[in-house]
């Protein structure tokens, strides 16, 4: 038996379900509050809705030319790439902090959109010079991490520091490269400016989450 059971739920918990980025089956949507407890506005809703609203309502959706709306692409809205942050393991956070303070050195009290916002020592952007690409040594940048981990309590287990490296290079095109200093090998990352950053980062996600930054 075929089933078409779709399923509409809601819900005052701002992650609502647990999706990533190639989630092909939820749209998420965020409400606005403008008519919350406006009991007038819900009456004169209902009345039209009980006037023939439900008829109506329905043969839009009947007649509405579906003919080349791909279902396999759902859109990717605000409130659903909020639900995917919340979903990010701690990496993934951290690297989102520090692209979303940028060059600033955020107030260890702040909160980024659900996360703690990142203080001089946790950010590899803070400080660094507008429009340049950066490079940090391997062991500074897993310092950087494991700070913030600890600090703001992120939880999971122990990740180590290939494991950084390769969360970066997947999501920033960060490189990994090596070069002798004082006569020992020094392996550090070559980083993207935070410009570039943020668009591999956008990329990463499919949405502009960074559009409203403005630099």
């Known amino acids: 038996m075929d089933n078409y059971k779709r399923i509409i739920f809601a819900t005052n918990s701002d992650w609502v379900v647990p999706v990533d980025k190639d989630d092909r089956r939820y749209v998420v949507l965020d409400v606005a509050g403008?008519?919350?407890k406006d009991t007038d506005y819900f009456?004169?809703?209902i009345?039209?809705?009980?006037?023939?609203?439900?008829?109506?309502?329905?043969?839009?959706?009947?007649?509405?030319?579906?003919?080349?709306?791909?279902?396999?692409k759902l859109p990717m809205t605000k409130a659903k790439v909020e639900n995917i942050l919340?979903?990010?393991?701690?990496?993934?956070?951290?690297?989102?902090?520090?692209?979303?303070?940028g060059y600033e050195y955020a107030d260890s009290?702040?909160?980024?959109?659900?996360?703690?916002?990142?203080?001089?020592?946790?950010?590899?952007?803070?400080?660094?010079?507008?429009?340049?690409?950066?490079?940090?040594e391997t062991?500074?940048?897993f310092e950087m991490f494991d700070d913030y981990n600890t600090k703001y309590k992120m939880g999971g287990k122990y990740i180590e520091s290939t494991s950084i490296g390769?969360?970066?290079?997947?999501i920033l095109k960060v490189e990994k490269q090596k070069k002798q200093v004082k006569g020992m090998r020094t392996y550090y990352y070559s980083i993207p400016s935070l410009e570039q950053c943020r668009k591999n980062f956008n990329d990463y996600i499919g949405y502009d989450l960074f559009a409203e930054e403005g630099e």
């Open 34 to 36: 403008n008519n919350k």
């Open 43 to 45: 009456g004169r809703m």
């Open 47 to 72: 009345q039209q809705m009980e006037k023939g609203g439900y008829e109506k309502l329905l043969y839009m959706l009947k007649s509405r030319d579906f003919t080349n709306r791909d279902w396999s």
């Open 86 to 101: 919340y979903g990010f393991n701690a990496i993934s956070k951290w690297v989102y902090d520090c692209l979303n303070t």
């Open 109 to 136: 009290g702040g909160n980024i959109n659900g996360f703690v916002g990142s203080c001089s020592n946790t950010n590899i952007f803070a400080g660094q010079s507008e429009g340049k690409e950066i490079s940090l």
């Open 139 to 141: 062991n500074v940048v």
């Open 166 to 170: 390769m969360w970066l290079s997947k």
